[in-house]
């Protein structure tokens, strides 16, 4: 895997979690699973961060980003840190990598290892439950790395996954966590909201303030989330969930 890190600066960071929010940017499935994106735009539009440093990987999708003024550059996700009583570093960025996917959630780890992070939580959408109806509030799921991570879920009513597949780079960053001498988190809601995901990111926010106290303003995401209501009941849609096959994506 080709990967290059460039690096702002080394902040003295306190006590800090690694908060990994990327979702994918194929247009075939962006409207379905893009709630971590959803999440960091608003964390990164509401909150002040720092970028600390860039990652540039192969596990990217082979896209350059052209810019409004015809400029162009890499695919490529950010490292940005936010002090508090315990420092938060969110990773964010174009898309969560498609290929490579092992060695990517290694180099993300082993950054994070240097900044001294020993939690990570990964945010994504539950892949292999029934689509929910629309007008559903997204339900929380999760897992962790270890038994002791798993009752820091339950205690903030967290439902546990238990005895299912869970695929791609927001899973395997949980599971590859304890090898890197963290314990590993990952926060799912059910799909099945319409893009934009207003109640997902909501949602995911209540158990971030939970767990880390972050505690943000969330008016004009419940705005939202009322208009769309009103536009979903304006289409005579059934309110019951279709049946899903498996694994997909």
């Known amino acids: 895997m080709w990967e290059r890190i460039e690096v702002d600066g ?22 379905m699973y893009s709630q971590a994106k959803e999440l960091t735009n608003f964390m990164l539009q509401e909150m002040e961060f720092t970028r600390i440093a860039t990652i540039y990987s192969s596990a990217f999708p082979p896209v350059a980003v052209i ?9 490529s996700a950010e490292f940005y840190s936010h002090p508090g009583s315990r420092d938060l570093v969110l990773l964010a960025g174009d898309s969560s990598p498609h290929d490579e996917q092992y060695e990517f959630a290694e180099a993300v780890l082993r950054y994070a290892r240097e900044l001294g992070v020993n939690e990570v939580v990964s945010i994504g959408a539950r892949w292999t439950e029934q689509v929910a109806p629309p007008s559903a509030v997204p339900k929380v799921t999760g897992f962790a790395s270890d038994e002791a991570g798993v009752a820091v879920l339950k205690s903030h009513g967290i439902e546990i996954v238990k005895d299912e597949p869970a695929p791609f780079f927001a899973s395997l960053v949980v599971g590859f966590a304890e090898k890197f001498g963290m314990r590993g ?65």
Not at 67 to 75: F, K
Not at 200 to 223: C, H, N, R
């Open 67 to 75: 810019s409004d003024d015809g400029t162009v550059r890499l695919s």
């Open 10 to 31: 080394k902040p003295a960071l306190k006590d800090p979690v690694l908060i990994v929010s990327l979702s994918t940017n194929l247009s075939q499935y962006r409207a």
């Open 185 to 249: 988190y990952k926060i799912s809601v059910d799909h099945g909201e319409p893009s934009p995901h207003p109640l997902s990111v909501i949602q995911l926010l209540g158990v971030l303030e939970k767990m880390f106290g972050i505690k943000l303003q969330t008016e004009g995401l419940e705005a939202k989330a009322q208009e769309m209501a009103k536009e979903i009941q304006s289409i005579d849609t059934p309110d019951t969930p279709r049946e899903r096959a498996g694994v997909y994506g």
